[in-house]
């Protein structure tokens, strides 16, 4: 069989444009990796630019904000195979799409990850939709916007959710999507509400609290947003979970956990983790059992 024994080194045929086609390509390589758009690059920046949660000091959520969304871990799954843990509500750019493109293409799709490290694909921004509020304290029932920037200093995304159509749906349950876009509009308003439905009017205008289950409702199509632990996505970051805006309730018309969220904010004592990382009070009989044997020492 016949092989093939000229390579671009011998004067043969074409090689003037072999050696020129060889140099512009390590041209244009160059310059994408001098600006930094290679895709290894901009894969970096959202998985391993690290960012800083804001903090709170009266224990609520305020515009201004930096947050992660996270759906907290919920043992009683219905499924057999599902993702456990607390999710966090991450950017998924499309690998494709990546490839072709030097920015973030929008729209950009969205998935529930296995992180509690705030990074560039994952940390939110509480906006407000009228007004500059920045400060403020956000309430229940008001409209807010969340943003996220993905580690780019220059673009600005928005989550955001329509109506379900036959050409726009979720890509596993075929249900109404969420995705990130740079249009600004009411597809963009969402609004807090407490999981309990017999308080719901009550807390109508109180503060939201940070690092408390609450419902984050979209306010076009009045769905609220899930993550499908269940419903697997294949990323170029790994297996991540679905998240779409669909409202789930069981028998007693209560919202299951898969509607539940919380806006994390940063932990003051250690910049670089999260309220999460906090351990957990003990609850009141194991404090009075201590102090029964002796044990507490405050």
Known sequence: MAQNLYGPGVRIGNWNEDVYLEEELMKDFLEKRDKGKLLIQRRRR??????????????????????????????????????????SLCMTPDEIQSHLRDELEVPCGLSAVQAKTPIGRNTFIILSV????????????????????????????????DHRTLLKSSKRSWLQEVY?????????????????????????GFPVP?????????????RGLAAHRHLFLSTYFGKEAEV?????LDSHRVEKPRNHWMLVTGNPRDASSTMLDLPKPPAEDTRA??????????
């Open 210 to 222: 940070a690092n408390a289950k609450i419902l984050i409702n979209h306010c076009h199509t009045n």
């Open 130 to 161: 009228h007004r500059d509020a920045t400060g403020q304290v956000l309430r229940y029932g008001q409209d807010f916007c969340l943003g996220i920037t993905g580690g780019f200093d220059n673009k600005m995304l928005y989550l955001s959710s």
């Open 180 to 204: 990130l876009t740079d249009e600004v509009s009411h597809m963009n308003c969402w609004q807090a509400a407490i999981p309990d439905p017999q308080l719901r009017l009550e807390y109508e």
């Open 289 to 298: 059992m201590e102090q029964a044997m002796g044990l507490d020492t405050q």
């Open 46 to 87: 959202l998985k391993q630019n690290l960012m800083q949660l804001s903090m709170t000091e009266d224990g609520y959520i305020h515009y201004g904000d930096k947050v992660m969304l996270v759906n907290p871990d919920d043992p009683d799954t219905e499924a057999d195979v599902f993702l456990g843990g607390d999710l």
């Open 244 to 248: 779409v805006a669909h409202t789930y």
